[in-house]
């Protein structure tokens, strides 16, 4: 291989993944990633449940995600692309401050989380450096974590909660989940007591609030 083609490989810019629900947002860091003369934003999805399949067909070098998606938050795609493609590095954007969010992005594999409110050349800068390995976290979204402590609920508990916003009955919750109704009523009845709600719905919106679910 010539030294010129060294280089021309050498200078393969990064592809970018881009998932954000919010069109004008999306576009906007979408052509100003495009701007960096490293970088190249090879697909834009607005809805969680698009990530997965489109990486797997562009196969980015990196996927920055937004947490609150329509149909499946960036979270859950992560833990996907954990697996299936793990060459991939994942990096969170999002506007949401709640500590259990950080955590649980850890947990699935992510190498970043940033506040949507920095600027830019920051979120390129932190492409660069979760590619070279680093992990990338905003000191105040870290320090709101660690304040708070961990969740206090069980990945069965989170599952049922879940299930159970915007009103689904415990049969309905059973029935999605694969559970008998007694089951969930018993994670729910646990739920209700590490947060401290006063029934599932209170349990729920402390549990959503603080980024638990």
């Known amino acids: 291989m010539t030294d010129d083609l060294v280089g021309a490989a050498a200078a393969e810019p990064v592809k970018i993944l881009l998932a954000e629900d919010q069109g004008m947002m999306r576009g906007a860091l979408a052509l100003?990633?495009?701007?960096?003369?490293?970088?190249?934003?090879?697909?834009?999805?607005?809805?969680?449940?698009?990530?997965?399949?489109?990486a797997l067909e562009v196969r980015p070098d990196v996927a920055v995600l937004d947490i609150e998606l329509p149909h499946r938050s960036g979270l859950d795609a992560a833990a996907d692309l954990r697996t299936q493609l793990p060459t991939c590095k994942v990096l969170i954007v999002t506007t949401f401050s709640r500590p259990g969010y950080l955590r649980r992005a850890m947990e699935v594999g992510a190498r970043g989380f940033l506040s949507k409110d920095g600027p830019v050349d920051q979120l390129a800068a932190s492409i660069r450096r979760v590619l070279s390995g680093e992990s990338v976290i905003d000191p105040t979204l870290?320090?709101?974590?660690?304040?708070?402590?961990?969740?206090?609920?069980?990945?069965?508990?989170?599952?049922?909660?879940?299930?159970?916003?915007?009103?689904?009955?415990?049969?309905?919750?059973?029935?999605?989940?694969?559970l008998s109704e007694s089951t969930v009523r018993n994670y729910l009845s646990s739920a209700i007591g590490k947060t401290g709600a006063r029934n599932r719905t209170e349990a729920a919106r402390i549990a959503d609030e603080r980024g638990w679910l």
């Open 142 to 178: 870290a320090a709101a974590a660690l304040s708070a402590g961990p969740s206090p609920l069980t990945a069965r508990e989170r599952e049922v909660l879940a299930a159970g916003l915007g009103g689904a009955t415990v049969a309905d919750i059973a029935a999605k989940l694969w």
């Open 32 to 54: 100003l990633l495009d701007l960096e003369d490293d970088m190249t934003v090879v697909a834009q999805v607005s809805e969680g449940d698009q990530i997965v399949p489109v």
